[in-house]
């Protein structure tokens, strides 16, 4: 006959079983609390990003009119809506986001831009109504860059603005 017995045995395991739960149960409480200060500090990020005021700057019709009208009753913050290409020269690190009103041929205001963002690394909405086809000029411009988005219409535009102070 063994000198332990069953119970012995049973006494053993819950004995390791306990000692293995308080390590499970920690890790997991450890994990937890830094997933939530993951989480915390990605809504800190996003919510400082929704502050930073947008750009908003259109070639020469007045495509971003109605965007603007939009993204204020939306609460964004909107420093400067032009049409003068020296306004991108205020165009800073400050802002959050470029958003340009395309119009057909204007190239060079596009590079300029386009340029400004890429200077600043910073993102480039271009918006244009959906009747606008860009041309594969002004195409080769904003696939130079790699931070912009095209949107084609407000909703649209005010999802990316969210996903882009959201993940930026």
């Not at 908003?56 to 290409?85: G, W, Y």
Request: proline share 2%; with cysteine.
């Amino acid at each position: 006959m063994s000198e332990y017995s069953i119970m012995d045995f049973i006494k053993f395991m819950l004995t390791a079983f306990e000692n293995h739960f308080i390590d499970i149960l920690l890790s997991a409480v450890v994990s937890l609390f830094m997933i939530s200060i993951g989480i915390f500090c990605g809504w800190i990020k996003f919510q400082l990003n929704l502050k930073k005021p947008l750009f908003l700057f259109e070639f020469d019709s007045d495509n971003l009119k109605r965007v603007e009208e939009v993204l204020k009753d939306r609460k964004f913050k909107i420093s400067n809506r032009s049409k003068d290409l020296t306004s991108l020269d205020d165009f800073k690190k400050k802002h959050s986001i470029l958003i340009v009103g395309y119009s057909n041929n204007n190239s060079a205001k596009l590079e300029k831009a386009v340029n400004r963002a890429m200077l600043l690394k910073l993102p480039i909405i271009i918006f244009c109504n959906s009747n606008c086809r860009i041309s594969d000029n002004d195409m080769n411009i904003i696939l130079s860059y790699t931070y912009y988005e095209i949107c084609t219409n407000p909703l649209r535009l005010i999802l990316t603005i969210r996903n882009i102070c959201q993940n930026y």
